[in-house]
């Protein structure tokens, strides 16, 4: 995806392709995993830059994550698609850089498909061919000023994921898209699925303040359907990564789910992912919700461009998500070294009945299950009168929690404290009174990188952040997955999620259950140290 911040390795390369393969300053021998805020459980590269998940795709028993990256530095630059496999969405084997920019330009965003029926040509023997579609993006036609810089490419794998082949008709989308159009500016990150009724691929791509839809037989021959979004929703910056999929709630009611990732705007400052609910016909989508109406994804700041796999079995059943644990408002400042960047857990995608939300149904986010596998020995609380604080035993930084508070009688704010002996602290709260999740990173850690002159708002936004919260009876779940740097709270069974980002000066040693000013009463918890990843 494009920034519209100053590049800070300086002016943007020429598409020269033997700029694009200048001696990397950094190498993945480097990576140790231990480096201070890397993180234990979730997906990060060895070193250097990352952005949005791409082209992920479950083929052959392996989950495949492509992922923007800059393997020269730890700040945006010319992209490439990076990548890892992994059997289980959890432990993850890196492999070589997929695919590095050419003469066309960087590789940018994209998605990828198992093309089973052979419809684009590619396959080669027995085993159907992978194929990825992509954004490029023209640096050098950016700095002349011209407006059609991004265009849509393909290339495709044959065995299995492991080298690509450029196709040698590319681009398969120019830019403008029919003759005599206007060119367009930001045209991109396109995500691709086949849609069985109409027996042909769709492509929804992000095209300034709006997705627009195309169809093709073959995936090469792409002819426009329709648009949405100039006037629905939240749009407070460009839009971009769209993903467009249907669910079904256990009430049998089945909604088309169209993703759309803001990067300003967002709830609580800077990036964010709305999400829109309705139908979709094969050309056209339309909104089952009021114009205005505006779903959030995530409430917490650090879940951007997520986009769900491509490939998943039927029998699975289950819509698989990951999203980049980020905001593009300090992601190239974080204190990290020598990478910089992760991805949240994956999760699973569930439509769910919430009478709190215009349309009467929302995405509740939940972890996959494959993480338990990461668990140790549970810590078991008991129901108790919590009373100002309470700590729990034998858990530190990287953990999984599962509490249950009553929520009957008139309790003070209660929530989770995790801390250390150099005074940082990360704060989560809900308020009964005010029915609102807060997410307090102003006392966390390191929050000393939080401005420039290019920005006058605090990037990092040492403030408390927020979301609504409408508990479904009596009682109130929380979820949480704390890492070194990082935590995501699935509060009602992922109806309402957090993921919030921290650098504390040391890791945190000490969990803590709060009622503040008062009591509050929990029903149960158990809480379970993870293991590394990376071990």
Known sequence: MLRRRPFVLGACQPDAPTDFHAPMTLTASEATYTEPHRPQVHFTPPTAWMNDPNGMVFFDG?????????????????????????????R?????????????????????????????????????ALVAIYTQHSHRGTDTGRDD?????????????????KHGGNPVLPNPPAPGA?????????????????????MALAVQDRIQFYGAPDLKAWTFLSEFGADAGAHGGVWECPDLFPLTAPDGTMRWVLLVSIGEGGP???????????????????NANPADAVLWLDYGRDNYAGVTWSGVPAADGRRLFIGWMSNWQYAQIVPTDPWRSAMTVPRSLHLVQDASVPGGYRIASRPVEELRALRGDAVTLAGQTIASALDVRGITSVFEGVLTFDLRGAYVPFGLDLANAAGDVYRLRYDPAAQQLTSDRTASGAVGFASDATHLEPRFAPTVHTAPLVPAGDLLALQVVADVSSIEVFAEHGRVVFTETFFPSAPYDTVRLVADGGTAQLAAAMFWPLASIWN
């Not at 810089?149 to 082949?165: E, F, K």
């Not at 999400?275 to 050309?283: A, P, R, V």
Request: a negative charge; charged letters at 15%.
């Open 149 to 165: 810089v991004q265009t849509q490419s393909l290339a495709y794998s044959t065995d299995r994921g492991r080298t690509w082949t």
């Open 182 to 202: 206007a060119p367009l500016r930001d045209f991109r990150d396109p995500k691709v699925l086949w849609h069985e009724e109409t027996q042909r691929w769709v």
């Open 268 to 286: 609580n400052g800077g990036s964010g992912t709305q999400y829109f609910l309705g139908d979709f016909d094969g050309t056209t989508f339309t």
């Open 62 to 90: 392996e989950y495949h994550l492509f992922y923007q990256h800059h393997p020269a530095s730890t700040v945006w630059g010319p992209m490439h698609w990076g990548h890892a496999i992994s059997p289980d969405l959890v």
């Open 92 to 128: 993850w084997e890196h492999r070589p850089i997929a695919l590095h920019p050419d003469a066309i330009g960087a590789i940018f965003s994209g998605s990828a498909v198992v093309d089973a029926a052979n419809t684009a040509g590619f396959q080669q023997g027995d085993t159907p």
